[in-house]
Structure formats: structure tokens, C-alpha cells
């Protein structure tokens, strides 16, 4: 196996890890064992240890978001909503309601000033998804405080509505927020018709 390949599998089997069970509750020697590597290639390739694997996971979660918010949002915001939403009910209903979201995870966990690089990582994750969604909503009408205030409220509902959803082992609440949501976004854009 190449490298940046086993590289990259203990990347997203820390991203699972950590959705599954956040920062805190994770080890080192789990992520390695959940990503079927050794313990030494993890160390190889992450020398900064557990802050380092988990920011690169946070990186590896953003990036997906960012292609499937990307790719739905040329369509217009509406579709972008909708895209966004159906992620993650698949994440949520896939994972038996045991997953959520590795950024939100990292997010709500203490960390050291030393070893924020985690945090600082889902920090940038949410504000590329803010910012996909704003200019998004800028394009199809919305004037620039709604279009962030509106980013910002998408962003803030899903992530706190998959929290629910996994609590309430249901995804009532998610259909709930996103058809609010969708209303939100038709009335500050021009939407319509989406």
C-alpha cells in the first residue's frame, strides 16, 4: 500500500472515530487500531500526535462537506439545503444514530491552548461551510447581512439538530429544522422556484 494511501485510510478512520465517539474518548491507539494501521505509522505520519490526526481528520470532514455543499449549491441555496441536510440523515441513519459530525465533535471538547490545532481546524470548517452558503444565497438575491445571518443559521441548526437526532434516536428533528430552514432560505432569496 502507497503511503499517502495509508496515509489517508487512518485520516478518515480518525474522522470516524471521532464523529462516533469526539476527542476526548479517543486514543491514539484506537484511531490506529479503527484504521487498521500500526501504532508506528501512526506516529510516523502524524509526529504531533493525537491534535495533529484529529485536525488532518477535521480537514479530511470539511473537504468532503465542501464538495457535496459545492457541487449542490451551483444549482442554487435551496439545493445546496437540501444537500447539505440529506449528508448528513445518511451519516445519521447509517450509523444507527451513533455518528454525528467530527467538526461539531472536536468543537465541543476541552483542549489545551498548546494542542488546538483541532479546534482551529473545525473553526475554518464552519466558516468554508458559512461561506459556500453565503455567497450562495448573495447570488440568488439575498442581500450580504442576510445571506450571513442566514449561512450562520443553516451551519448552527444541523449541526445542533444531528446532536438531537442522536440523542432522540430519530430524524424527526432534522426534517423539522430543514423544512424551516428551506422557508428561511426562500424568503430572503429569490428562490421560488427552486
Request: aromatic fraction near 4%; charged fraction near 25%; charge should be negative.
Amino acid at each position: 500500500m502507497a503511503q499517502s494511501e495509508a496515509r489517508n485510510r487512518m485520516v478518515a478512520g480518525a474522522a470516524d472515530m471521532l464523529r462516533r465517539r469526539g476527542l476526548n474518548a479517543t486514543s491514539v491507539r484506537e484511531l490506529a487500531k479503527h484504521s487498521g494501521a500500526p501504532l508506528g505509522s501512526t506516529y510516523h505520519y502524524f509526529p504531533g500526535g493525537k491534535a495533529q490526526l484529529a485536525a488532518e481528520a477535521v480537514r479530511f470532514a470539511d473537504a468532503v462537506t465542501v464538495r457535496k455543499l459545492a457541487g449542490e449549491l451551483s444549482a442554487g441555496p435551496v439545493a445546496g439545503l437540501r444537500a447539505f441536510v440529506d449528508m448528513w440523515r445518511k451519516v445519521v441513519l447509517d450509523s444507527d444514530f451513533r455518528a454525528g459530525c467530527p467538526v461539531l465533535a472536536v468543537s465541543v471538547e476541552d483542549q489545551s491552548d498548546e494542542d488546538d490545532e483541532p479546534r482551529r481546524a473545525a473553526a475554518e470548517a464552519f466558516d468554508r461551510w458559512t461561506g459556500l452558503l453565503t455567497d450562495s444565497l448573495r447570488a440568488h438575491g439575498a442581500t450580504e447581512d442576510a445571506a450571513r445571518q442566514t449561512a450562520t443559521l443553516i451551519v448552527a441548526s444541523i449541526e445542533g439538530t444531528v446532536a438531537m437526532c442522536r440523542a432522540q434516536r430519530s430524524i424527526d428533528a432534522l426534517d423539522k429544522t430543514a423544512a424551516a430552514l428551506e422557508s428561511v432560505v426562500r424568503a430572503v432569496t429569490d428562490s421560488a422556484g427552486d
